[in-house]
């Protein structure tokens, strides 16, 4: 099994643990049509040229403010690539744009690391995640979806998704067990209002607030996938929802990201966060004794098994009175859910 974090690294306890040197140019200006108090935060991963286009429709929308943040494939933003982006020219002709962009050497940037940035750069209640190729000549957004966040009161509210082919894509998602294992089960049975597990390709409208409470995203996690169930098993485990507004709808442009679910040391993180720990008597915490059901689930040394253990263990008891149910009862009790709905009719999407 591939070590990708080193086993010291401790699990961040609060939001944005992580310093991450990086470059800030425009953002001088506030947009002179604000309609709603949302921050778009776009994603650059297709390595495209800039658009000016792109910028053109997200600023009609009337964001407070677009912050678009440069991905650093490979550990290294390229100089050379982004003069020939003209990023400075970009950002005086679109002053109320914020760029981001990690540093020359800086150590890898994930796709988690860059939302984290955006929402510690952002100053609204909410915030719009997306990717540069959803940013197409269709995009528009609901006003009314604002007012639909706060009636819900929903960590995150997930769109529609659609790919360049005009198929949409299954942005339902529900945790089963079978066999005592924990599985994701996608569907294309939906309707908006419906609970979701997580926000397909992390795109969605983000509470900023219970985002920064739930302490972002973990770091030491580098697996975009196990970044994404780790943050959003957290979120329901402490009592926080996610569900679907399909009138909110983003439509690829290129080809769907693929997502890798390798189970590497990303999973084993995930793992001892979400699935192993208990909820009794109002708290959580991890047994010591399920240190051998662990160190029987993976291929690391016994004292890189410990040292994982043993962390999660910390973590686990600091945030104890944050967990709300364990995994075995929140995806019993989501079954059953389901299972009623399915009797009643309920769930066909529209």
């Known amino acids: 099994m591939k070590n990708v974090v080193p086993a010291m690294n401790t699990i961040p306890t609060t939001f944005n643990q992580r310093i991450i040197e990086r470059t800030v140019l425009g953002g001088v200006e506030a947009d002179s049509k604000i309609l709603m108090p949302v921050t778009c935060l776009v ?125 949409v894509l299954p942005v339902k998602f529900s ?23 997580y926000a397909a390709d992390w795109v969605g409208l983000y509470d900023r607030d219970k985002f920064m409470q739930l302490g972002g995203i973990d770091y030491t996690i580098t697996t975009d996938y196990w970044q994404r169930m780790d943050l959003f098993f957290r979120s329901w485990l402490w009592g926080e929802k996610t569900i679907l507004d399909l009138s909110l709808s983003f439509t690829y442009s290129g080809e769907v990201h693929v997502e890798n679910r390798t189970r590497n040391m990303s999973y084993l993180r995930f793992y001892l966060k979400n699935l192993l720990p208990i909820y009794r008597n109002e708290e959580a915490q991890i047994p010591l004794a399920y240190f051998f059901t662990f160190k029987h689930k993976n291929l690391c040394g016994l004292k890189e098994s410990y040292i994982l253990f043993k962390n999660a263990r910390e973590w686990v008891e600091m945030n104890r009175y944050r967990f709300k149910t364990d995994a075995m009862d929140f995806v019993k009790k989501w079954q059953e859910e389901e299972a009623t709905t399915q009797i009643r009719g309920d769930g066909n999407g529209r």
């Open 175 to 197: 945790p089963q067990e079978k066999k005592s294992v924990f599985e994701i089960e996608p569907t294309l049975a939906m309707s908006s209002g419906n609970k979701t597990f």
């Open 43 to 167: 994603l650059n991963r297709s390595g495209n040229s800039y658009r000016n286009f792109i910028f053109d429709r997200l600023i009609y929308q009337g964001f407070e403010k677009v912050i678009w943040i440069e991905s650093n494939i490979g550990g290294k933003t390229s100089s050379t690539q982004l003069k020939g982006r003209h990023l400075d020219e970009l950002s005086t002709q679109y002053p109320t744009v914020k760029f981001l962009v990690p540093n020359d050497g800086s150590d890898y940037v994930s796709i988690g690391d860059m939302i984290n940035l955006g929402m510690q750069e952002a100053t609204t209640p909410y915030v719009l995640v997306l990717f540069d190729d959803m940013c197409s000549d269709t995009f528009q957004i609901p006003i009314t979806i604002v007012s639909r966040m706060v009636e819900s009161k929903a960590f995150c509210i997930c769109p529609k998704l659609i790919t360049s082919t005009q198929q």
